[in-house]
């Protein structure tokens, strides 16, 4: 088999069902207490668990992604390239970086951008997502279900319900910092792309456009949902607003449900 071809069959083996050594870790793993935990194989992080697994099998968290161990980190290193999936993924937005940036010292707003990546990853680990990426104000999250299971949407949502709850959104003191999201579900590509020997977990396709155009659309402490998610989610609708979005690049309206905690 050609390695393009073995890559691939790799990729659609943990992205839809789970690849079999990956299952048997997790299987081994959801065994030993502690978390967080890699959202790949269920290796534990921290504890007694995160101890024995790090002096007996050299597995430890990943320098690079915080959702990942380094053994887990090694598939998109080793398998370069991905397959397509139907999955779920997230795109939470804080709102006014600019203005925030200019009116604090670099380091302040490294320190508040490190505090939202801190609540982002918590969210994700509790949830059973993949970091993407984070870039600037914005936190990518992949929802395969080969990895976060069949119920990807509502985890989703719930992914994006704890980011906004944690910064502040719906309390009564209001947000310590203003975020809006957007959640969709269609098809996208998902693998190792890199070059010069550098590797990362990436998605790609008309799918994550959508996700990122929703979340810029979403207004502090609201969630865009989109028809496809709720619909995969078995969300209950009613009482929900609705909104028809034109989007750039999109030849028709999309159909959105909003979510609010607080208000903008």
Known sequence: MATDDRNEQV??????????????????????????????????????????????????????NPTLCNTCEDLVRNYPGGAEVEMSMLFADVRGSTALAEGMTPSEFSRLMDRYYTIATSAVEHTGGLIEKFVGDNATVLFPPGISGHDHARRAIATARHILEHTGHGSAQGPWLRVGAGVHTGNAFVGSIGSGGVSQLTALGDAMNAAARLSGKAAAGEILISQETATAADLDTSGMERRDLELKGKTAPMTVYVMKLGAA
């Open 11 to 64: 990729w659609h083996m943990v992205l839809h069902d789970g690849h079999p050594m990956m299952l048997r870790k997790r299987w081994l793993f959801r065994h030993l207490p502690a978390n967080p935990r890699c959202n790949m194989c269920l290796s534990p992080f921290s504890g007694l668990g995160g101890s024995l697994v790090r002096r007996l099998l050299h597995i430890e968290r990943s320098n690079y």
